[in-house]
Every structure is written in structure tokens, then in C-alpha cells.
């Protein structure tokens, strides 16, 4: 698809300019993942959306406008760190989340917005909701031990959506994108090597079954059996962590009932919708 069509349709979503990554990279990016998209839909049941441009509006719109409510850009730390006019800008190489298989060789080349100049000391910095609520670069000099990628899990992912333009929006986040069927999980992998991304780990398992783990932020949209899993979504959020949920209006007091212990922001209205909202709750430090 057509970059410079694909970004007038994602203007609505993204904000004024100033907020928004490597626009190039990104719509690049996005181009290649609504070809695999498209060409693996005819096999198995990925979307029911068969038009690319209510693609690009409906699943990668509303992802990225979840992106930059949850990963904001710090514009005063890039501007002291570097700008695109300025010396080039590299971005902090992944964790180690996900196995070789899952995950491309090569160095991410997607976006930089939350680039930081390459001279190795310069970090990425989680900070949790109630503790200066933003993820932003460390200062240099600040040594990898002592600062953190903030970790996102998407459940239910399916074709990767919010998860996977998230980590487009923001590529310093470690993605662990769950998703129980084998096929769907199997789609996934293929975006991340076509997309040469790292710092992803694919789950093809259901979220119930996952323990001993916990995220910043975990991401809900269009899952079945909504309200059951809600506990599930909740118990994966570590302190202070974030749940976003991309719903339909007339959820958001359902899911405020479910999780009455997590502390509901306003919800904003998804563009161009007439009853999808974005819903983030966070959980209080412990």
C-alpha cells in the first residue's frame, strides 16, 4: 500500500508532528505488515476487515493512537540528546525476552523516536504510573544496570494488533505478544522477521496460563469472553503498572466494576469512531 496514502489516513491518530516517530520508517513499516497481512488473511481468519485503507484506520489507527498515549514523546530529552539534523541517532539494543527464533538478526532500523545517541551509555528509563508516569531517556553516564525497557504484554494479540504497532510507535519497549492459537502465533513471528524486530517474545500460549511474570503495561482489544478476562489482564500488571483497553464505550463500566482495586483514567474517544474509546487503568505502587 501507498505510504504517502497510508499516512494521510493515520493523521487523525497520531497527533500533531512534533509528537510522532521517524514518519518514513514507520509508514514503511507498516506498508510491508499490511502486505503480509493481507496475503496471510487468505489463508487463515486473521481480520474480518478485507479493505486495506479501513485497515489502516481501523487496527493500525487505533493501535497508534493507544502508542502515543502510553509511550509520549519526551521532546525536550531528544532535542538534548541529538535531532534528526544533528549526529545520528541509534537506538539501545533489546533484552534477551525472546529466543533467536522469534526474533530478527539484524538491528532494528524502525523509528527514532526514542533514539539516543550511540555512544553506548545513554539508556531507556520505565518509570511506573504514580512515580513521574513516563517512559523517557536517562541521562548519560546512567549505566544500563541501573535503568529498565519498559515491558508490555499484548493479550490476545491475534494479528498483533495493538501490540505490534505499539513497539512500532516505541521500538526501546521489550513486546511479549500472547496469543493461543498456533497459526495466529505462527503470522506473528513472520511480521517480526519481516520487520527485523527485536526485543519481541511470542507466546502461543493463553494468558491464564502464564506465571511468575508481570508487565508495565498490558494491552486488551477485541477478545472474546471479555469480562473473564479482565482478572487474568489485571493479575499480569506489576506495581504501578498500566492496563489499556481499546473498547467499545459501552464496556468501560463493566470493566471499571471488574477491576474496582485499578484507577481509571478518563477515557478518550478513538478518532473517527463513533463508540470505540482507549480506557487506561493503572495500579498504585506497592
Same mark, same amino acid.
Given at each position: 500500500?501507498?505510504p ?5 489516513? *493515520? ?10 516517530? &521517524?514518519?518514513?520508517? *514507520? ?6 505488515? $499490511?502486505?503480509? #497481512?493481507?496475503?496471510?488473511? +487468505? ?5 474480518? !476487515? @478485507? ?18 498515549? =502510553? ?7 531528544e ?14 539494543g533489546?533484552?534477551?525476552?525472546a529466543?533467536?527464533?522469534? @526474533?530478527?538478526?539484524a538491528?532494528?532500523?524502525?523509528g527514532?523516536?526514542?533514539a ?7 539508556? #531507556?528509563?520505565? %518509570? ?8 523517557? *531517556?536517562?541521562?548519560?553516564g !546512567?549505566s ?18 495493538p501490540g505490534?504497532? $505499539? ?13 493461543? &492459537? ?6 506473528? /513471528? ?19 496460563? #502464564? ?9 486488551l482489544?477485541? !477478545? ?5 478476562? #479482565?482478572?487474568?489482564?489485571? /493479575? =499480569?500488571?506489576g506495581?504501578?503498572?498500566?492496563l489499556a483497553?481499546? $473498547?467499545?464505550? !459501552?464496556?468501560?463500566?463493566?470493566? @471499571?466494576?471488574?477491576?474496582?482495586? *485499578?484507577?481509571?483514567?478518563k ?8 463508540? %470505540?474509546i482507549? +480506557?487506561?487503568a493503572? /495500579?498504585?505502587p506497592?
Open positions: 500500500m501507498d504517502a496514502r497510508i499516512a494521510e489516513l *493515520l493523521k487523525p491518530f497520531l497527533g500533531s508532528q512534533d509528537q510522532r516517530p &521517524n514518519t518514513q520508517d *514507520l509508514l514503511a513499516s507498516i506498508s510491508t505488515y $499490511i502486505d503480509l #497481512l493481507l496475503h496471510w488473511n +487468505a489463508r487463515i481468519n486473521l481480520t474480518a !476487515v @478485507r479493505d486495506p485503507e479501513e485497515i489502516v484506520t481501523r487496527h493500525f489507527g487505533e493501535s497508534l493512537f493507544a502508542a502515543r498515549h =502510553l509511550f509520549p514523546r519526551d521532546i525536550r530529552v532535542t538534548a540528546l541529538g535531532s534528526p539534523a544533528g549526529p545520528p541517532l541509534a537506538r539501545r533489546g533484552g534477551a525476552l529466543c533467536p527464533a522469534e @526474533r530478527g538478526s538491528a532494528p532500523t524502525i527514532t523516536a526514542t539516543i545517541q550511540d555512544r553506548g551509555r545513554a539508556a #531507556l528509563q520505565g %518509570r511506573v504510573p504514580g512515580r513521574e508516569q513516563n517512559w523517557a *531517556l536517562a541521562p548519560e !546512567v544500563d544496570d541501573q535503568t529498565s525497557e519498559p515491558s508490555l504484554a499484548d493479550l490476545g494479540s491475534g494479528a498483533g494488533f505490534l504497532p $505499539i513497539k512500532l510507535w516505541a521500538p526501546h519497549i521489550s513486546l511479549t505478544l500472547i496469543e493461543s &492459537n498456533h497459526k495466529k502465533a505462527t503470522f506473528l /513471528r513472520e511480521v517480526t522477521r519481516a520487520l527485523t524486530l527485536t526485543d519481541v517474545d511470542i507466546q502461543a500460549a493463553r494468558a491464564e496460563a #502464564l506465571t511468575g511474570v508481570t508487565y508495565d503495561v498490558v494491552t482489544r477485541a !477478545v472474546e469472553r471479555f469480562q473473564s478476562v #479482565l482478572p487474568v489482564a489485571a /493479575r =499480569l500488571l506495581p504501578g503498572g498500566k483497553l481499546l $473498547i467499545a464505550s !459501552v464496556q468501560f463500566t463493566a470493566a @471499571r466494576s471488574a477491576l474496582p482495586d *485499578l484507577v481509571w483514567a477515557p478518550e474517544p478513538v478518532p473517527l469512531s463513533r463508540f %470505540r482507549l +480506557a487506561i493503572h /495500579r498504585n506497592a
